[in-house]
């Protein structure tokens, strides 16, 4: 395999409850990996669900410090699961995030901390503290129009906001879709994908 896509699963689940994606989005030459976020879920900690940072008492004035802080154990789980699949160059790794996995993901890339060759946010938000630095890589921001987790609008935050610092960034919204990645954008993500891994099979 030549390039690896991570996903990253939201608060409260575990790695293998969002890895049925990889049968939306394969592709000849790309693995997939779903590793578990390093931290037990505050609801259930002796059960399997993680977290990537606790939402207890989460507010919108809080959440990007305990988003800072996660960085370092986010960090450490991608270059685990690269070094695992022999990957050392993180532009042959896409993210695909959904809900906190993807607020850590859009972290990542806004921050320039990770220069990966893709990025998919599935019913996230970008809550980083300015100033952003993101990463020259496509991405693309998917949000159905009826979550009721995480609104509709936080994706078009995100957008214009990576946008306003020179991110190419594409947005979907996707009628009739909760929180829960939909049939458009799982297309949409299957078609960045294969563009991204375009050259190396030039």
């Not at 809080?62 to 996660?70: F, G, K, L, V």
């Not at 699949?85 to 990770?114: E, K, N, Y």
């Not at 078009?156 to 919204?173: E, P, S, T, V, Y």
């Amino acid at each position: 395999m030549t390039h690896l896509a991570i996903f990253l699963h939201g608060v409260g689940a575990h790695g293998s409850s969002i890895a049925w994606m990889a049968d939306h989005l394969a592709l000849p030459g790309l693995a997939f990996a779903a590793p578990d976020a390093p931290f037990a879920f505050d609801a259930s900690p002796a059960g399997p669900a993680r977290q990537w940072f606790s939402v207890a008492g989460v507010t919108a004035e809080n959440r990007p410090a305990r988003i800072a802080a996660a960085r370092a154990p986010f960090d450490e789980t991608l270059r685990a699961q690269m070094a695992a699949h022999g990957i050392s160059d993180p532009a042959r790794v896409a993210l695909i995030g959904f809900s906190q996995g993807a607020i850590m993901a859009l972290d990542a890339v806004a921050t320039g901390r990770w220069q990966v060759g893709a990025l998919v946010a599935f019913s996230g938000r970008l809550a980083s503290a300015p100033p952003l630095a993101p990463a020259a890589c496509p991405i693309l921001i998917a949000h159905g129009l009826q979550d009721s987790v995480i609104p509709a609008s936080e994706a078009r935050a995100a957008r214009a906001a990576l946008a306003a610092a020179g991110a190419d960034a594409d947005l979907i919204l996707e009628d009739r879709v909760g929180h829960a990645p939909g049939p458009q954008g799982l297309a949409a993500a299957r078609t960045l994908l294969a563009r991204w891994m375009e050259p190396a099979s030039v």
